[in-house]
């Protein structure tokens, strides 16, 4: 065989492997593509949805006074996926992200339904205690969502009575009055004062029968027939003349039978 001879193409190494890195790369971008469309798909429904479904346009600011009553739906109780309640951060208890307080939450809607029957049978039940300067700061300071830079509906008054609070020298044992607080920010922060203040007293705390009775007769909604069908154990034992146990209380009753058994403020203190 000559030196001279001409090769013939099968005698080069063939490039075939650079067709497949181009045919992997545009799989890949396909399949990236295909995702981001699905993403912004999904988006789109969940945009469409709460504009339309009242049922799903519960704000986070909402939602954390209904998680204070019922701390096992709660971010850091809750035997759920890592991105339930994507708006609230974990620190010990529940802390909405104060720039999202007032977005709508992201929760199952097994929990909104139990929001909704909270909200409708006894989320306006409230046992007046004091409120006091100095525990009020370190609610603001805990749950920055409250401090009307955050809160874009905070009425005036209320406005005036933090802005007031945070030039003036603080007085731990000083009362504030209810007129100059909002409901929802005197449910909140009585919420975060039990389950961060009170909560071992709450756990141990067990009412007698009696206690129990007039509460109920004073708080309807509490009753176990409103309950029943979410909460099967629920005052069962009440029902059926049985010595109470721990399993027949919610946290949303134990808190609040807790709180009418406190020293009630005044609305003109």
Do not use: C
């Amino acid at each position: 065989m000559g030196s001279d001879q001409e090769l013939d193409e099968k005698n080069f190494i063939q490039e075939h492997g650079s067709k497949f890195v181009w045919i992997f790369l545009f799989l890949f971008l396909f399949i990236i593509a295909l995702l981001w469309g699905v993403d912004v798909w999904q988006k789109a429904l969940e945009k469409d949805r709460l504009k339309n479904s009242p049922f799903y346009q519960v704000t986070n600011r909402e939602f954390s006074i209904f998680l204070w009553q019922n701390p096992q739906f709660m971010r850091g109780n809750a035997n759920l996926p890592e991105a339930y309640l994507p708006h609230f951060r974990s620190r010990g208890g529940i802390h909405v992200i104060p720039e999202l307080a007032d977005d709508y939450v992201v929760a199952p809607p097994e929990i909104l339904y139990r929001y909704h029957v909270w909200k409708r049978l006894i989320g306006d039940s409230l046992s007046p205690r004091p409120i006091f300067q100095g525990a009020f700061m370190k609610f603001l300071h805990e749950n920055p969502e409250w401090l009307p830079k955050n809160w874009k509906e905070a009425p005036p008054g209320y406005i005036t009575l933090v802005n007031s609070l945070n030039q003036m020298e603080i007085v731990n044992l000083q009362p504030l009055s209810e007129k100059e607080l909002p409901f929802e920010t005197r449910m909140a922060y009585q919420g975060w004062f039990n389950y961060t203040r009170e909560w071992e007293k709450i756990s141990l705390f067990f009412p007698s029968e009696a206690q129990l009775e007039v509460f109920l007769q004073s708080h309807p909604h509490y009753t176990r027939s409103y309950w029943r069908n979410m909460i099967p154990d629920y005052l069962l034992n009440l029902e059926e003349v049985k010595p109470l146990e721990e399993s027949d209380f919610s946290s949303f009753l134990k808190i609040a039978l807790f709180n009418s058994l406190q020293p009630q403020s005044t609305t003109d203190q």
